[in-house]
C-alpha cells in the first residue's frame, strides 16, 4: 500500500532496483508503431491482453522485437492500457465473436494503418 501511495508498484521499483526499464503509457502509440513497423500484427485480445503477431511474424522480426522491448522496457504493468489503445485504432478481436482478424472490425476496416 505504501508503494502505491508513493506513486510506484511493488513491482515498478523492484523493476527499477534491478536497472530495469519500464514503459511508460506515453510511449504506447510509439510502441505499436514499432511492432508494426518490424512486421508483426499486433492486436489486443479482448480489453485486458494484446498479441504482437502470429508466431511467423514474430519470429521473422525476432531481432527487431528485441530491440523493440530494450528500447520501450518492460510493458507488463501497461497491458489494459496497450489492449485499450489498439481498440482505439481497431486492431482488436474479442473472444467468443465472429471476427477473425482485427481488420473485420468496423474501426479496423477504417482505420487499417496508424495515423
Known sequence: MIAILQGE???EKTLKMAGKQLMKAADI????DRVIKAGCDICAIGHFNYCL???????AAEDELQRIGEEFGDRDSLLPEIAA?????????DPGSSVTH???NEKG???????
Open 29 to 32: 502509440p510509439a510502441f505499436v
Open 53 to 59: 503477431g502470429d508466431l511467423e511474424e514474430m519470429m
Open 9 to 11: 508498484t511493488r513491482k
Open 109 to 115: 476496416q477504417q482505420g487499417a494503418s496508424l495515423p
Open 85 to 93: 489503445y489498439l481498440r482505439t485504432i481497431g486492431r482488436y478481436i
Open 102 to 104: 482485427w481488420s473485420e
